[in-house]
Nanobody
């Protein structure tokens, strides 16, 4: 059974940094779309960064480009999100998601495996 477990959220002041991790198990890490998403209560879940694990380039939301960095460790079946220069608008619940097998990494609706989420709160 597919499992995704996020960690690393917390509360920081604007300008601070956090590093999220998502450890996966129960499915092949290859030929998979993996992504970081965030959601604020009452709003749709939005993609923050996503990648095709078997060789694609990372796609970032415009709002986080040059501030957030996605990385993956194939040996550990883990993805990371380094978040720098955090802003209050980054406050949200952050989720990692997987689309197994990869069909179209751009379609959020095709991600069927999700972690429990980790809260990120950025104060002004």
């Amino acid at each position: 059974q597919a499992q995704l477990v996020e960690s690393g959220g917390g509360s920081v002041q604007a300008g601070g940094s956090l590093r999220l991790a998502c450890v996966t198990s129960g499915f092949s890490f290859r030929n998979t779309c993996m992504g970081w998403f965030r959601q604020v209560a009452g709003k749709k879940r939005e993609v923050v960064a996503r990648v095709y694990t078997s060789g694609g380039s990372v796609t970032y939301a415009d709002s986080v480009k040059d501030r957030f960095t996605f990385s993956q460790d194939d040996a550990k079946a883990t993805i990371y999100l380094q978040m720098d220069s955090l802003e209050p608008d980054d406050t949200a619940m952050y989720y990692c998601g997987a689309q197994v097998p990869a069909a179209n990494c751009a379609h959020v609706s095709l991600y069927h495996h999700w972690g429990q989420g980790t809260q990120v709160t950025v104060s002004a």
